[in-house]
């Protein structure tokens, strides 16, 4: 009895009785900015999951944490930020990684964002025949533009380039055998993999060759009745050395003319733009992969193109025919914002300006003298602040799978947080903006390359803020 009275008062036990109610916490001021920023409902759910702890931790009486309504408040915003930070601002990448996939691949190009604010908020013509005042082809422009730029008879958009090359199979082979070199039965980022998406469109995989080496006579030996298509696969992520080689294009489209089937590469990136000019190894274009002999090509929108979220398929008309027609080409549209950002990227390519005007490729530009002068002009505000960094030289990459092992030279610029290197990257990345870093075992690196030259003073501060404090 005694116990039970004592239990009764602790001090836990008062606690418990002096927590808030949800809704005196929602109405207070110091939730007030997290209910603007995340709404009622969203504020409300965290409100009570916390409460809930807390009153678990009291009954439990491990801790008696402190249970003032802004000590609350705080647990609650904290709690927020990290489930749910939103697509509300940009992050600042500072990895000097082109392509990020995790941070959503190539930002969009001015232009194409003039597109998206000029139509986006508006009815336009994306079904409609205006001449005419009929129903149109919501792709039909963007097919004869992207005919144009990569110098093809007809092409396709659909929403990504694992659906294209999905359509592209079920179209043209869909119960038949697809012949690929076992070297390129590859897996692209995350759970795309070749021999996954063959199985899907219903075509029998038939593979030739080894790993490292594949001829065009082992293609040829294995074409028979059942052969629906020959496929080439841009291995994109990785590259093989040594005593290795497959068959070219060239030399597969002659076994392909002869056997009358379609020749389809999936090149991943479509690059339109010749990678030597960019001091890269050249990288066959769309339109040399086409002229070499490929009946149908596919690639992303989102990668070296650098635009959104794309599927684009181009070749002859023939094969892309049956793709227009088929049933599965309505599941895989593209969305209609996509296609006026499409249509803007693929623009800059025709007015010659795409080296200058879209993102990846400004970036991909950017000469290492000027890399060199903006790196020391952060370290100088840093110092500035008794930060303490410093200029070596590194490289940077294209990423998204694209060109691997090639890179780009770079200057980083070294912070050396000593102890405390991973929770420094942390609050950089929890800074607001986001900066996100290169972290090693013993510094934290930070590459220009792929931070907006305007956002160099903001860099410097958010460095700054998340520096530790001396003690
Ligand atoms: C990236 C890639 C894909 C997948 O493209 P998404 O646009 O991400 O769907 C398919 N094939 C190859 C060779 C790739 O590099």
């Known amino acids: 009895m005694k116990a039970a009275i004592s239990a009764n008062n602790s001090p836990s036990q008062s606690n418990l009785r002096r927590l808030p109610a949800v809704e005196t916490l929602l109405k207070s001021d110091a939730m007030s900015a997290a209910v603007m920023r995340y709404s009622r409902p969203l504020v409300k759910e965290a409100a009570r999951r916390i409460l809930a702890e807390l009153r678990r931790d009291l009954r439990s009486n491990q801790s008696s944490p402190a249970i003032s309504i802004d000590n609350i408040a705080l647990l609650i915003t904290q709690r927020l930020s990290k489930e749910w930070p939103g697509f509300s601002q940009p992050v600042i990448n500072a990895t000097g990684i082109i392509l990020h996939t995790n941070l959503g691949r190539a930002p969009l190009s001015d232009p194409s964002l003039k597109a998206l604010t000029a139509i986006g908020g508006h009815y336009f013509n994306l079904e409609s025949n205006l001449s005419e005042g009929t129903r149109g082809n919501r792709f039909q422009e963007l097919r004869r533009l992207l005919s144009i730029v990569s110098d093809s008879e007809d092409a396709l958009v659909v929403n990504n380039n694992a659906a294209a090359m999905l359509l592209v199979l079920i179209a043209l082979a869909s119960g038949k055998e697809a012949v690929i070199s076992r070297g390129e039965l590859v897996q692209i980022g995350n759970g795309f993999r070749i021999p996954e998406i063959l199985e899907q469109s219903g075509v029998i995989l038939r593979e030739v060759g080894t ?22 696969v841009h291995p994109s992520n990785f590259i093989q050395k040594g005593f290795v080689s497959q068959a070219s294009v060239k030399e597969l489209s002659v076994i392909a003319g002869k056997a009358h089937l379609p020749l389809v590469h999936d090149l991943g990136n479509g690059v339109l733009l010749d990678t030597a000019d960019f001091g890269l190894e050249h990288e066959p274009t769309v339109m040399e992969t086409l002229r070499d002999g490929a009946d149908v090509v596919c690639f992303s929108g989102d990668k070296l193109l650098g635009g959104p979220q794309a599927g684009i398929i181009a070749g002859k008309h023939k094969y892309i025919r049956l793709m227009q027609n088929h049933p599965l080409l309505r599941v895989i549209r593209l969305d209609k914002l996509s296609a006026v950002a499409l249509e803007a990227t693929i623009k800059s390519y025709l007015d010659d300006n795409a080296a200058a005007s879209i993102p990846i490729w400004q970036m991909i530009g950017t000469k290492i003298e000027d890399l060199r002068a903006r790196a020391h002009a952060v370290i100088r505000r840093l110092k500035a602040q008794g930060i303490p960094a410093a200029a070596q030289d590194g490289v940077s990459m294209v990423g998204g799978g694209a060109l691997p ?27 607001s903006p986001p900066l996100v870093a290169r972290v090693e075992k013993d510094a934290i690196l930070i590459d220009l390359r792929t931070v907006y030259a305007d956002q160099d003073k903001l860099l410097s501060e958010i460095i700054a803020a998340a520096w530790p404090q001396k003690d």
């Open 405 to 431: 092992e090639q890179s780009l030279p770079t200057i980083l610029i070294r912070l050396s947080p000593h102890g405390v290197i991973d929770e420094t990257a942390r609050k950089l990345r929890l800074s």
């Open 211 to 232: 790993t490292n080496k594949t001829s065009a006579h082992d293609y040829e030996q294995a074409i028979n009745a059942r052969t629906g298509v020959i496929l080439k």
